[in-house]
């Protein structure tokens, strides 16, 4: 079978000009001959290049933020856990049995 040599058709895509239908008998036929082109197309453009980023200086004003945040929600948990441990152990005082 010859390798097809001929460069990609020059039209852009979804163009009207197709190249003479050359494969093998017996082949699946496809309808639409916009899809053959499509097929055909060269590569797609090369992606614009990125924006640099820029490394910024992180805002001194409030450092400890994150320790606030970290404090709160151990004092929340640890209520949470003495609130439910309580309960447990008014349920056992009360009822005899969990």
Do not use: C, K, Y
Request: net charge negative.
């Amino acid at each position: 079978m010859p390798i097809d040599t001929m460069p990609p058709d020059p039209t852009p895509s979804g163009g009207t000009e197709t190249r003479e239908d050359r494969r093998r008998p017996g082949r699946f036929v496809i309808g639409n001959p916009h899809l053959i082109a499509l097929l055909r197309a060269g590569p797609p453009d090369a992606p614009l290049p990125e924006p640099e980023l820029q490394d910024w200086a992180p805002d001194d004003s409030d450092d400890l933020a994150a320790v606030r945040g970290i404090a709160v929600s151990t004092v929340l948990g640890a209520l949470l856990w003495a609130g439910a441990i309580g309960a447990i152990v008014v349920a056992i005082g009360v009822f005899g049995r969990f």
